[in-house]
Structures are given as C-alpha cells and as structure tokens.
C-alpha cells in the first residue's frame, strides 16, 4: 500500500538559509499535519491543512509556513534557519478532516549547522 | 504541558516477557493511540482505543484506558528483540492535531 512520502530525507542547510520540505500524503488522504521532533523528544505539531486549506496550528515559528496544493500534497517553507531548527520534521495524512488515524511519513531529518 | 505523559521513560527486557508501558493525560480526549518509533525513524500507529472503550486488542498488543484516572497503558506479551523502540502515547483533544507524550524507550534483550 502507497504510504506518505517526504522529501528529501536528509537535508544540511547553513543559519539564514532557507529550506523546504515536501509532503506527499497517501492517494485519497485530504489532510495534512507536520510535526517536528527534536532529539530526543516527542513529535510537537507544528500545523494541518486540510482541502488546501490550514485548518490548526501549533507551535510553528512565525520564520516557516506551510501550505497545501490542488494535488493535496504539502510543503513547509523556513526560512532564516536556526541551529535550533535541527530536528526531525515528519509529514502526516488521514483520510479527512476527523479521521481520527493519522499516517506517518519517514521523516525529513534536517541538520543546520 | 504535554498531554501524554509515559512511564517508565525507558525499559529494558529479556525476549519473551511482557512489557507494559503507562500513559498519563490531562484533558478530555475522543481517542488515545499508540505509536511506535525505531531510532530516528518514522512513527507507526499501532493501535487506538476511543473513549468508549475500555479495552482493545491487536495481536501481541494489549491497551486498556482508564478515563476517570486519565490514563492507559500498553501490553506488549512474548516480546522480542524486533519490538526493541520507542513507544508512544498520543491523543487528540480536538480530533485533529496529535499530542504526543514523551515516550517510553523499550529495549529487549535476546
């Protein structure tokens, strides 16, 4: 069965540079959720769309935004990097808005030095 | 605050005894689910249980929830070395966003 892919999965910016990780959810999915997992602690959500529009939002920096596109696939733009932005970002699609499984992506695992 | 809360932080055992993990939360929930995470990978949902329910199975798997305690607790029996990862606990106050606790590292020794 198709899963959720993320890309890339690994990535090495410099600070102030900027990044953008892509979100591709499993065919059918028409929410979106990202998370950010820093080491050694748990997966913080960071903001959901759903139909291409946002529908909640976390702890996400006012530096990234994220949006949803017409194929329902999704990127997190940050911009103006920071050390601290090291972390593991995961990607998530349910079927709809209140499907209560969510399905993980394997992660993009970005490296700021 | 975080919402989920496990313990113990890590556990290690031998192949083939049971472990348990514990989850607590602090606010009403729809739902409670379980996610398993080999290291720095990503997470796989490995059971729910809705607020109706007070106990499911899956396999080797076992979770129960205690919605006047707020908590649940996860079962794995027979356990190898393959179950070896972090567990945890997540629930969704507002059925949307996922509110994770902050793991149980399980270890299983051949």
């Known amino acids: 069965a198709a899963g959720v892919i993320q890309s890339p999965r690994h990535l090495i910016k410099e600070k102030r540079e900027t990044a953008t990780l892509k979100c591709y959810p499993i065919?059918?999915?028409?929410?979106v959720y990202w998370y950010q997992q820093g080491p050694g602690q748990d997966p913080q959500f960071l903001i959901s769309?759903?139909?291409?529009?946002?529908?909640d939002k976390g702890s996400i920096p006012d530096r990234f935004s994220a949006q949803q596109f017409s194929d329902y696939h999704s990127e997190l733009n940050m911009s103006s990097l920071e050390l601290g932005d090291s972390a593991l970002y995961f990607c998530?699609?349910?079927?709809?808005?209140?499907?209560?499984?969510?399905?993980f992506g394997p992660g993009t695992r970005l490296l700021v030095l | 605050s975080q919402q989920g809360e496990e313990d113990p932080q890590a556990l290690s055992i031998q192949e083939g005894e049971n472990a348990t993990m514990n989850c607590s939360y602090k606010?009403?929930?729809?739902?409670l689910q379980w996610y398993r995470q080999n290291s720095g990978r990503g997470l796989v949902h490995l059971i729910l249980?809705?607020?109706?329910?007070r106990e499911k199975h899956s396999g080797r798997l076992r979770v129960t929830l205690d919605t006047s305690k707020k908590s649940s607790s996860l079962l794995i029996t027979a356990s190898r070395a393959a179950d070896t990862a972090s567990y945890f606990c997540?629930?969704?106050?507002?059925?949307?966003?996922?509110?994770f606790g902050k793991g149980t590292k399980l270890t299983v020794n051949p």
């Open positions: 998530a699609s349910s079927l709809t808005l209140y499907q209560e499984t969510q399905y």
């Open positions: 065919p059918r999915h028409d929410t």
């Open positions: 769309f759903y139909e291409k529009m946002q529908s």
């Open positions: 606010t009403s929930i729809n739902n």
């Open positions: 249980i809705r607020s109706n329910e």
């Open positions: 997540a629930t969704a106050p507002r059925s949307e966003k996922l509110v």
